[in-house]
């Protein structure tokens, strides 16, 4: 479980392994015999020659493995996503891409700071960990045996993706689209090919969970108090009490460690008391929306610190439930009767902070709209809202809070919008998007153009056999 706020969902991608090596060239060189150096990081002399085994192309300071394609199929195909149509040349293009991204924002001095990429990989083994029980299994499925070269590994890969990420940001922040373009975009489209908007709903929900006793909450404030005593009177290592019974899955295996700064993704409460702390302090027990946590301070690093903490989370009762439930049912069926305004009792009972001024009403993540279009959404949510109509309330819909822990759900259609051709008055703001998209292409195009003919670039093998989107093999026009 990972301090961050619930609306961040992470997909660990892991595409093993990319080294970096200076390059000083300015042209393809011929493929050779394969030579293996020892040390992929040292300097080459603009003379020298060098070629490493199972290099399948070099993009400025980044080389690219022939394993890195074949992980990146299987990436693919464990995430279920239809691999049918997609080439290994479409891969590799990609990965070509985004190498040269990267490359370009360390030259453009673009800024990713080191505790910015350990949050990210502190999320990452969080979420493997969650998904696989601990982290001996994760370290077994991708086959490494030590944990802090897997962090290594990590640690670039998001380096290299997050550098990628901000470049082309940057090339397309200050693309904008009028008013008269998002019109001229429209009308271009013959009327037989204008999309077709699918069905959209807007939601609202409201959620009950029930309340922790207060006796629950003491039992775990007077074990964490208990193992500060240990710690700071007794000698016993914080470390080790973290192994042993802490209850952050994602930080449980290595002594309760995270590498943090004021920006990382953590809840305000954690990161206030770590900051707080000397090096070597404890923290007395405070709260999160996680549970309960004692923190130390193990060292500051600049704007960096690094901290372990223990987690515990006080339990349910099932008289606790129990009372969640009849007040769940009870809400239904004074809506259904007419007795209670959806919105209303949203605001007053619902217990989701995020949603609950808002009468319930969700947003959807990907477009911050509060449209969500039906063959588009979680398939979980689709189940539970596809059949209703407007204004209809949902059955009572059991889930889990981020601890595992019970709660009950209500859920309706506010609005629903059938599918239809697009309309140019009804649905600007889409087009609109569609047309500010065609334009941030188009820039990022020209922008790859120029950048690869500036760029050493380098392609082995097959990989030269490829037809890409893009001029990899400087080919004269």
């Known amino acids: ?49 060098i070629k490493i085994d199972g290099v399948a192309a070099v993009i400025g300071e980044y080389v690219i493995l022939d394993s890195d394609v074949a992980i990146a199929y299987q990436q693919l195909v464990s995430e279920g996503v239809s691999v049918e149509d997609v080439s290994r040349c479409q891969l590799a293009g990609s990965l070509f891409e985004n190498k040269l991204y990267a490359h370009h924002a360390v030259q453009d001095s673009v800024l990713v700071t080191d505790a910015e990429v350990n949050s990210m990989v502190d999320q990452q083994l969080s979420y493997m960990t969650r998904e696989l029980g601990t982290i001996e299994k994760v ?60 069905t959209e709903i807007e939601l609202a929900q409201i959620v009950i969970e029930p309340k922790v006793p207060e006796e629950e909450e003491q039992k775990v404030i007077d074990r964490l108090k208990q193992f500060r005593i240990d710690i700071i009177e007794n000698g016993s290592s914080f470390a080790t009490k973290a192994v042993l019974y802490s209850q952050d899955p994602g930080s449980k295996s290595t002594g309760g460690k995270y590498t943090i700064n004021r920006q990382a993704q953590f809840a305000k409460e ?7 702390l000397q090096e070597g302090e404890v923290s007395e027990p405070f709260k999160t929306d996680f549970g309960w946590h004692i923190v130390q301070l193990d060292k500051i690093k600049g704007e ?120 140019y008055s009804k649905d600007y703001l889409k087009i609109q998007e569609l047309a500010l998209r065609k334009k941030q292409i188009t820039a990022i195009r020209k922008w790859q153009e120029e950048k690869i003919n500036d760029t050493y670039v380098k392609l082995n093998g097959d990989y030269r056999d490829c037809e890409y989107s893009g001029n990899w093999l400087k080919k004269e026009k």
């Open 304 to 423: 960096n610190i690094d901290v372990r903490h223990i987690l515990l989370v006080p339990e349910v009762t099932r008289e606790s439930i129990d009372k969640a439930k009849k007040l769940v049912d009870s809400i239904r069926t004074g809506i259904i009767s007419g007795n209670m305004d959806f919105k209303k009792a949203a605001r007053k009972f619902s217990d989701e902070k995020e949603t609950k001024e808002d009468g319930g009403q969700l947003l959807n993540p990907t477009t911050g709209d509060t449209r969500f279009e039906l063959t588009k959404i979680d398939p979980i949510l689709y189940d539970q809202v596809s059949k209703l109509k407007m204004n209809e309330v949902s059955l009572v819909i059991p889930d889990q809070d981020r601890q595992g822990r019970k709660k009950f759900k209500l859920i309706t259609v506010l609005n629903r919008y059938d599918e239809h051709i697009a309309n």
């Open 1 to 49: 479980m990972k301090l961050i706020s619930k609306k961040i969902l992470y997909t660990a991608v892991l595409l093993l392994l990319v080294s970096s090596m200076p390059i000083y060239a300015q042209e393809i060189i011929d493929d050779e015999v394969k030579e293996v150096t020892e040390e992929k990081n040292e300097s080459v002399e603009p003379s020298q020659r």
């Open 270 to 276: 954690f990161k206030d008391v770590a900051f707080s």
């Open 139 to 198: 370290l077994k499925l991708y086959k490494k045996d030590d944990l802090d070269d897997f962090k290594k590994e990590l640690f670039q890969i998001n380096k290299a993706n997050r550098l990628s990420e901000q470049m082309r940001s940057k090339i397309i922040e200050e693309v904008e689209i009028t008013p008269e373009e998002v019109r001229e975009f429209f009308d271009e489209i013959p009327e037989k090919e204008r999309p077709l908007f699918g």
